[in-house]
């Protein structure tokens, strides 16, 4: 090790420096991530029953008293404690004093033991006049050794997570694991104002200019998208309107054992999106190719307008041109058309059969959304370059050669892109099947998103509780998605897409 | 270091309130019950300023709202702040308005709604209210008002029934119209149909013999299988007759009614009325306006000759718009079948005060001043039903000039001398003359206190259909609230749904379908039925 400010060779353990007298420090460590994550498992398992009632979830009930969290603590004021050593320490951890941090964990650990032995937690039993909920308080003690009404009680994944988050958080303290990231490149570090082994403030201020720039859409996407995240907490809420209150993994055991409207949607959501999107990429590629063949300019152009156009509409115009288009009464043309050539004998209810409403969904989305598909794929076209073609058009390629051995491959990369960009975005489909479907074909049609806007809207209570849980559930598969993606957009392109 | 912890402070702590905001949810509410009241009603004042959130049954923006505010706030010296969400969005806004708890003090609300948010404690009980009220006391009301103002009796917070909300008029329900020419057509005359009880056999042949003398693909064409609010099934209700589609109080305890026998019979009758070409395919997702064109049109092979529409007013709107369309627009409004007994009423909507109002001390204000002086039986219940005068309706000598829709259609003009009630161009849409204002005139609960002005107005047409269904109607059942119901009835109804509209369309047989709704929803059914019946107890 050498001296920071005379670059003298330092003996071990020195506390100065012999030649300068300049006190020598500990050299700084990286950011301990793990111990960052311990945190945050922390922050998590605060969210999470720390005790559980044993009693079985049934369809239609919403038990009383059925899991206690800092949620439903009568003291909300220890779960901010908590928060406030938490941050704290994940703060220490960024400012690489990680004693703190570990103190910081304890202290967090402390308001957590604190709270599950020494306070009263709420039940709800009822509402009251005004909008309210009635409550009775116990303790945790209590309800795990007398239980309350008929039910028993049991240690809940929120206490095993919470320690879980402990250790990592101060054991993470000791394992700095970006070292193995890094690379000693044999450069000053003062060249390398972007790359890992520069110090993030010293980052911000040499491209300060750049996140200047960037401020107004880090404020926006702050309020917009991170903002509302904090409503993730209603998953774990029963909702009484404007007064949710605390069920734990309620929410979570029904839509994973109960629900058969949940799943259905589930499988409907990635049938229709996975089909859609081959059909959708693998048919603008071929629009593509014949549009690229066509050497009439004006006659490309019009072409292009006139398959670019659908996109524009509305689902609601393209489902009404459909549903005229396809009616079964004697003005359905479709119809009509296949009764007179005798190919049918009684109309088909294209868009109220489960038979025949899906291939109908995929027909309106190929119509609506091909012509714009292809806008990436002739872009690409247009770069190869035109040498190619005229030395195959030499060694004696005709069209169909030429396609095969210079343009698909040349398209591959951008269809490989398009592909993975487009599957990271699956679980969204809402407004396409929303529009187009009917109870008729409920079972083959409604997705996650019409599942989720029918529960809110369609009567009832709006169960944003419930509903805020299958949405946390199809972010995590939308994660998985993207991450799946990006670690095979890195295999087949060398670089992600995150 | 100093500089250090002073940055980790301010950082700490601004990051703590954000995250902290997550803990905002656990906030604990006050618990306990208030005790009720005793109001000295003579003494209750004006209110001051409140919030009203009405749906587009009173008249809209585009409509002449203004006038009419400005004529009310003149009539009752109220300072109203008017909220008015889009008519088709409107629930949609006002779950939105409760769940963020920025209530209004005074919310239109449907029979559903009523129930559920003063389940949750967001009403405020009118019980004593109007039972001192000058409407209630004043000798003017209808004879089914106490019956039309019981569906407002529900369940409170408190478990205890209570009046949460006012109907100033009657639910109004559906009857059947059928076209006179197509009577004829298919050899029958008005006579065989008019003033007359059929069973469902008769009921059937005719509308079999109506098919096969119409070049049309049916004859009915409904918005939709089953209606989407209480009773469900007025649109299709020969074909329901006395089928419940959802759970009601049969002898002591509720059952669920889609489950039943009467269910699965008319389940059977729609899909071989849609076998047999009678009803519609095209009914599944169909919208009323939909199914309204298809009465009207002007093309054979898609017009209907039966529909089932509202009764009053509407009976003289399809006549009108049949004309409009140069179409035969001879009707006929007929009994409800033997089998069906009588036409469904359906429940009205209620004005509901909020607790937001109760804790700002405005409740009983806004009752006294303007829930209580909707039907006074003059000026205001004037406002309330035709709208403001000037912009709505009038009563001085003048010459009033429709629009004409498209050139070349003939002009329409009406003289009236002075003093004589008349409506005036909706100035919505200046071809049409308006037809009311929030209150129908014939679905009023109360009377005027002499002659009603605008009595001329109303055309025979609307007097004697609205009699027809006064006669032959009752008013439908509401059901009680609870968590229970409201947690499953959404996926219960969709399960319902779908069974109706596979069976309709022929893609399961009744047996088939019933019992993937046995296996889907049997239990949240049975969770529902055990709560309601724990009502009971």
């Known amino acids: 090790m050498q001296c920071k400010s005379c670059n003298t060779e330092l003996p071990k353990n020195a506390k100065i420096c012999p030649k300068c007298g300049e006190k020598v420090g500990k050299p700084a460590g990286n950011l301990k991530v793990i111990s960052i994550i311990g945190f945050v498992i922390m922050l998590i398992a605060s969210m999470l029953p720390f005790v559980q009632s044993n009693e079985a979830v049934l369809d239609g009930y919403v038990p009383k008293g059925f899991a206690f969290s800092f949620m439903n603590i009568t003291v909300p004021v220890m779960w901010y404690l908590f928060i406030l050593f938490i941050v704290a320490g994940i703060l220490c951890v960024v400012a690489k004093k990680e004693i703190f941090s570990i103190i910081c964990s304890v202290g967090a650990t402390i308001v957590w033991a604190i709270s599950f032995f020494g306070f009263t937690y709420d039940i709800v039993v009822g509402k009251i006049t005004g909008g309210g909920l009635k409550k009775e308080y116990t303790t945790l003690m209590n309800v795990l050794n007398n239980g309350y009404g008929d039910n028993t009680y049991h240690i809940g994944c929120g206490t095993y997570i919470m320690i879980i988050g402990l250790i990592v958080a101060i054991v993470g303290v000791f394992f700095d694991v970006l070292k193995y990231f890094k690379k000693d490149l044999g450069v000053d570090a003062k060249y390398l104002s972007n790359s890992l082994n520069q110090s993030l403030g010293l980052k911000l201020y040499y491209y300060r200019g750049f996140y200047l720039m960037y401020l107004p859409v880090l404020i926006m996407i702050l309020i917009f998208n991170y903002w509302p995240m904090l409503g993730c907490r209603y998953a774990f809420t029963r909702y009484v309107i404007g007064n949710p209150y605390y069920v734990g993994l309620y929410h979570f055991q029904i839509m994973l054992t109960n629900d058969t409207f949940f799943w259905r949607s589930f499988r409907n959501t ?145 269809i490989i892109t398009v592909f993975i960009l487009n599957l990271a975005k699956v679980m969204n489909l809402f407004e396409s099947v929303f529009v187009t479907k009917s109870p008729a074909v409920d079972s083959v049609a409604s997705v996650l998103q019409t599942y989720v806007y029918d529960k809110t809207f369609a009567g009832g209570n709006s169960d944003y509780g419930y509903t805020t849980s299958v949405g946390l559930f199809k972010s995590f598969v939308g994660m998985i998605l993207v991450l799946g993606c990006n670690y095979a957009s890195k295999k087949v392109r060398g670089r992600g897409i995150v | 270091m100093k500089k250090t912890i002073k940055k980790l402070t301010a950082v700490g702590l601004t ?26 009603w003579a003494s209750v004042e004006k209110p001051g300023t409140f919030k009203v959130m009405a749906d587009g049954t009173v008249v809209k923006d585009t409509n002449g709202a203004d006038a009419f505010y400005s004529q009310l706030e003149e009539l009752t010296g109220l300072d109203i702040e008017w909220v008015r969400p889009e008519h088709s969005a409107y629930y949609d806004q006002v779950a939105s308005t409760f769940a963020s708890g920025d209530l209004p003090d005074v919310v239109l609300l449907s029979s559903d709604y009523l129930a559920l948010y003063a389940n949750n404690g967001y009403l405020w009980d009118m019980t004593d209210a109007w039972a001192k009220s000058e409407t209630k006391n004043s000798g003017r009301l209808i004879t089914s008002a106490d019956k039309i103002e019981a569906a407002n009796v529900v369940l409170g917070a408190d478990g205890e029934e209570a009046m949460y909300g006012f109907s100033p008029f009657r639910g109004n329900g559906c009857c059947t119209y059928v076209k006179t020419s197509w009577l004829e057509k298919a050899g029958l005359s008005e006579a065989d149909v008019k003033d007359k009880t059929l069973t469902y056999s008769e009921y059937y042949d005719i509308l079999k013999k109506m098919k096969a003398a119409s070049s049309s693909d049916y004859v009915i064409s409904a918005p939709g299988w089953i209606g989407t609010e209480a009773p469900y099934t007025n649109y299709l209700p020969e074909f329901y007759q006395d089928a419940e589609y959802t759970f009601y109080l049969k002898g002591d305890e509720y059952v669920d009614g889609f489950a039943q026998d009467e269910m699965k019979a008319a389940l059977q009758r729609l ?88 804790q700002s001390g405005k409740a009983e204000g806004i009752f006294k001043y303007f829930i209580d002086t909707m039907l006074d039986g003059g000026d205001v219940q004037m406002l309330w039903q035709y709208g403001a005068k000037g912009t709505h309706w009038d009563d001085k000598a003048e010459t009033v000039t429709l629009q004409t829709a498209k050139a070349g259609d003939a002009v329409k003009s009406y003289t009236y001398e002075e003093g004589k009630f008349h409506f005036l161009p909706s100035p919505e849409d200046p071809t049409a003359l308006m037809k009311k204002n929030h209150i129908d005139p014939v679905l009023a609960i109360a009377t005027f206190k002499g002659e009603d002005p605008g009595a001329s107005s109303l055309t025979d047409v609307v007097k004697d259909n609205f009699e027809m269904f006064s006669n032959h109607s009752d008013v439908a059942k509401p059901l009680p609230m609870t968590e229970t119901l409201g947690n499953n009835i959404t996926d219960i109804n969709k399960a319902r749904n779908e069974v109706i509209s596979k069976v309709a369309l022929g893609t399961w047989s009744v047996d088939e379908a019933m019992k993937y709704y046995h296996d889907t929803v049997d239990s949240k059914a049975d969770a529902v039925i055990k709560s309601l019946n724990d009502l009971l107890k």
């Open chain 1, 270 to 414: 990635l049938i229709l999106s996975i089909i859609k999107l081959i059909l959708n990429t693998g048919a603008a590629v071929i629009i593509s190719l014949l549009l690229n063949e066509i050497v009439n300019m004006p006659f490309k152009k019009t072409v292009q307008t006139i398959v670019y156009l659908p996109h524009f509409m509305s689902w609601v115009v393209i489902f009404s041109v459909f549903r005229m288009l396809l009616s079964v009464n004697s003005s359905g043309v479709i119809n009509g058309f296949l009764i007179g050539a005798g190919l049918i004998k009684d109309p088909i209810n294209f868009l109220a059969d489960v038979h025949y409403w899906r291939g109908t969904f995929y027909v309106m989305n190929l119509w609506k959304d091909t012509g714009w598909g292809t806008v990436l794929f002739l872009a690409t076209l247009s770069g190869i370059s035109p040498d190619l073609y005229e030395a195959a058009q030499i060694d004696g390629a005709n069209r169909f050669k030429r396609l095969i051995y210079i343009t698909l491959p040349a398209l591959a990369n951008t």
């Open chain 2, 15 to 40: 990051l703590t309130s954000v995250m902290g905001l997550v803990a905002c949810g656990a906030s604990s509410s006050n618990s306990g019950s208030k005790e009720k009241k005793t109001v000295d």
């Open chain 2, 271 to 358: 899909q071989d009325a849609v076998k047999d070409g009678i009803i519609d395919p095209s009914t599944e997702g169909q919208t009323t306006a939909q199914a309204r064109n298809k009465f009207y049109s002007t093309d054979p092979s898609t017009e209907s000759g039966v529909f089932t529409y509202w009764a009053g007013t509407w009976a003289d709107t399809l006549k009108t718009n049949l004309a409009n369309k140069k179409l035969d627009d001879r009707l006929v409004a007929i009994y409800p079948i033997k089998e069906l007994g009588s036409y469904t009423e359906r429940l009205s909507t209620a004005w509901c005060i909020t607790s937001a109002a109760e």
